[in-house]
């Protein structure tokens, strides 16, 4: 028997701008119909596009709504037919996404490990399919209490919409009497640590931290502020475009005697459609 029309329902997580972009899984490539059902708090609908299209090995339609002001609302609903069409109706929002940039955006110095300022260095590897990305070394200069932006940004991510692993690791050390080589070593070695789909406990972090740099002890003031890592699914980001939020904050390692006090860092790194 014939599908009837589906009525479709997505929210701001298929916003670009002023457009709600999203593709329906059917199983046809007929072409297709689409109608608007429902709009809650979204702005005035301009336009309506339906066309039929091919995804990830899936076939159905890829439907466009262009509004008048930026797509904020809590629903739109859109009637949808196409001949042939068996389902499962599955939407996938934003459908022309590629790929992922980790954009590591903010750090809140709460406390300083050194008396002064802190000369921080930043790195940052994600793991995704096996393959590690990395960005950094990177001086981000002296810094007292108080937020900045580190720069750190690692484009192109082949992040899947499925159950894949995607494994990230943070670091920022106060660094005065370094290059700085060894804060993406050890982010490269941290986000290696154990299977793919597990996070490194702190006594795993804290044996990297030997590896890379012989120790920890460090001189003067120098040493970490911020070892994190965390583990998310290529399918908990793409559920949350347009952006997958790491953020947190770290006390940092016991600073030698003469030191400021323990640091205190507040991080936060945006994964956003490249």
Known sequence: ????????????????????????????????????ADNNRFPSVRALYARAMALSGQNGIHVTVVLDAAANGLGLAVNIYQPDMVGDFTVVPRPNITSFNANFFSINILNTRSRGEDTVWVSMAVKVGGKVYTAGPVDAGDHNNGMFNPGVVIGGLPIPNDASPVKTSIVVMNLGNSNGQGVIDLATDIVEIGADAILPGAGDILNAVTTVFGGLIFPNCDGPCILRADLATGAQIWGTVPSYLVQGSDSGYDSPAGCGSNSIYQYAVSFDPA
């Open 1 to 36: 028997m014939p599908v009837p029309a589906q009525r479709i329902t997505v929210d701001a997580h298929a916003a670009v701008g002023n457009v709600l972009d999203f593709f329906v899984a059917t199983g046809s490539l007929e072409t297709p119909i689409a109608t608007l």
